[in-house]
């Protein structure tokens, strides 16, 4: 939540509406007279937080979670369901909905007030903000959040942001029998979900909405939790009417009312008895007129809001993320501008560049003397170091002289060896004779030949003549250069 909008935090709950700044309270009878972009937190009138499995997708839970209140018709015969979170199970063909029904007719008002809004002005249900800290604290571990307000404690218990039971337990009075019944009740509606579900609850997270009277002014004259806020206004000299309370610092003197209200024992009591770990998140003690005040934790929990949660409907939430958006995205096309019209001076000075060397080579081409080419037969030139170059990577006499030795192991006697290189080409000569009986001398003359093979020779011609003590043979051979 942003901290300009947190500034106008208007919360209406049970019967009041209060304007709640960082460090003052003010009663309002009406939304619209708080100008200016706006969070309005509202319990629709008491309408309890609820959960329910229907026979349908998430998509088109909603049109069957209206349904079934309409049958139960504590909602009139138009309801308007508020869905704050839903997930499909058994595979997408059922879903749990979390949701608040309110009648038609009455979320018409809250529906107008946002329509008639030139600012922004997006509406949440009390319910959005429980689900809000659930989803934060719920992380990797079952968490159960306590919302308290009059004699009401709203509950959801979860874990990773999934919700498992919502339900109010509310108290019949406002005095410390009744609490204790109200304390009790809750920690036997936790023992039940964890039977039922099967799970462990490691966590409480609580916070409040809470008002009073200290204990000097008279109970006859103290407002009710639920009336509060239609009592607590007087009239000046003008005629003007005063309800703004400020926030009392941590080292101002409180009385014994207010600092129950802040210690909320009674959670730390119901943590420690289950052992479990307990979050309170830090309330804010605003002292209103003719001795009333107020503690809130409210404006903690919601930080933690998302304006997806919002119930204004898409244009709204649309428009107010657009103003949102409209800083940074002037930002990015201020500095896309930047960026192009610096990279356009670069690429322009290097063109510049660029230009300044080709003007300077021209000039230097323009002195260059002329040389006429020297006459000659540049073929015959070019043709002889080419066959040079290529003679170069033929095979030396030493190597054919060498590859002789290695492939000549049975006895063969040469008489004649010559060695010539044509067009880069080495041609090899041979002749000679083996002294062997013409079956012994035919094996020796074959393993000579495949010896010289091997060794990346190809015969051109072979030609051998044999009597029966020796064999007589010609051979000429190649070996292109590798």
């Not at 026979?55 to 369901?81: F, M, N, T």
Request: aromatic content about 8%.
């Amino acid at each position: 939540m942003k901290k300009s909008i947190q500034e106008k935090l208007v919360v209406e709950l049970d019967g009041a509406t209060f304007l709640v700044r960082w460090r003052s309270a003010q009663h309002l009878e009406k939304t619209l007279e708080v100008s200016g972009d706006k969070w309005v937190i509202s319990d629709f009138g008491g309408a309890p937080p609820e959960m329910i499995s229907v026979d349908a997708p998430p998509k088109y839970a909603d049109v069957i979670v209206q349904r079934r209140v309409v049958e139960r018709g504590d909602a009139g015969d138009r309801p308007k369901i508020i869905p704050i979170w839903a997930k499909g199970r058994s595979g997408g063909t059922s879903s749990d909905v979390l949701f608040s029904a309110i009648p038609g007719s009455d979320f018409a008002r809250y529906d107008n007030d946002v329509q008639e809004d030139d600012s922004h002005h997006l509406l949440f249900s009390s319910n959005a903000v429980l689900y809000a800290c659930l989803a934060h604290f719920s992380r990797k571990k079952t968490v159960c959040v306590l919302f308290e307000h009059d004699r009401h404690v709203d509950l959801l218990i979860g874990r990773d942001g999934n919700v498992i039971h919502a339900g109010r337990v509310s108290a019949y009075a406002t005095d410390e029998e009744a609490k204790q019944a109200l304390v009790s009740s809750i920690q036997d509606e936790m023992e039940r979900v964890s039977e039922e579900a099967r799970l462990t609850i490691e966590k409480i997270v609580y916070f409040c909405w809470l008002t009073g009277a200290s204990e000097e002014q008279s109970l006859s004259t103290a407002p009710s939790f639920a009336t509060f806020g239609s009592s607590t206004q007087s009239e000046d000299e003008t005629q003007n009417t005063q309800s703004t309370g400020w926030a009392t610092q941590e080292g101002d003197s409180m009385s014994p009312e207010q600092s129950r209200f802040m210690a909320a024992s009674w959670v730390r009591t119901l943590a420690e008895g289950r052992d479990l770990s307990c979050t309170i998140l830090k309330p804010k003690l605003y002292d209103l007129q003719g001795g009333e005040f107020l503690v809130s934790s409210l404006p903690q929990a919601v930080r933690y809001l998302n304006d997806g949660l919002t119930s204004s409907g898409s244009n709204p939430l649309l428009k107010y993320r657009s103003q949102r958006l409209l800083p940074r995205a002037m930002l990015v096309i201020w500095l896309m501008v930047f960026g192009l019209y610096w990279g356009g001076l670069w690429f322009q000075q290097n063109i510049n560049d660029m230009n300044m060397e080709i003007v300077s080579y021209e000039n230097k081409i323009g002195n260059v003397e002329t040389v006429d080419p020297v006459r000659g037969n540049y073929k015959k030139n070019v043709d002889f170091a080419d066959r040079l170059a290529k003679l170069k990577k033929s095979p030396s006499y030493k190597v054919v002289l060498d590859d002789l030795t290695r492939a000549n192991k049975t006895g063969v006697e040469f008489n004649r060896v010559r060695i010539d290189y044509v067009k880069s080409v080495l041609v090899l000569t041979l002749e000679g004779r083996i002294n062997e009986e013409f079956e012994q001398a035919s094996r020796d003359h074959e393993v000579f030949l495949n010896g010289m093979t091997g060794r990346g020779y190809q015969i051109v011609s072979s030609n051998y003549k044999t009597d029966v003590q020796n064999l007589t043979f010609t051979v000429k051979m190649n070996r292109v250069p590798r």
